[in-house]
């Protein structure tokens, strides 16, 4: 039985890494706006790159794209925050040093929570499509 192109590990895993890259890019966009800075492309690129530079590595070394974790819903909901946590500490850091400013807390707060959030609406949404993918793929071969 041939695999449907669309259920290809590499481009569920593509897809994932799109989608995490487009929420940096929304919030690093919605910064930008909120703080009437230049709204161009390169500094939308300037303000969320340390955050997602951070997350690609960190997030990578912790395990945020084992097929385990981004196939499940209840996992995503459980990991993804506590590794968006180790993530935003490295970059609140790396961008405190590029930058030469301290880390001011309520801007940690709200990237912690921002970027949490919606992380783990993005990620919890693409496990439970999976999931239904999955469940009407079994479906369909009985």
Do not use: C
Request: charged share 15%; hydrophobic share 55%; glycine share 8%.
């Amino acid at each position: 039985m041939r695999r449907s192109p669309t259920r290809s590990p590499l481009l569920l895993l593509a897809t994932l890494l799109g989608g995490d890259l487009l929420v940096f890019v929304v919030f690093a966009t919605l910064g930008v706006q909120t703080h009437d800075e230049e709204d161009a492309v390169l500094t939308v690129v300037r303000a969320g790159a340390p955050f997602a530079l951070s997350w690609f590595v960190v997030g990578t070394l912790l395990g945020v794209y084992r097929r385990g974790l981004w196939s499940n819903a209840r996992r995503t909901l459980l990991f993804v925050p506590l590794a968006w946590a180790a993530s935003d500490a490295v970059a609140l850091i790396g961008r405190s040093m590029w930058l030469g400013n301290a880390i001011v807390p309520s801007f940690a707060l709200v990237t912690f929570a921002f970027v949490a959030g919606l992380m783990t609406l993005w990620r919890a949404a693409f496990a439970l499509t999976l999931g239904r993918v999955d469940a009407r793929t079994t479906i369909e071969k009985t």
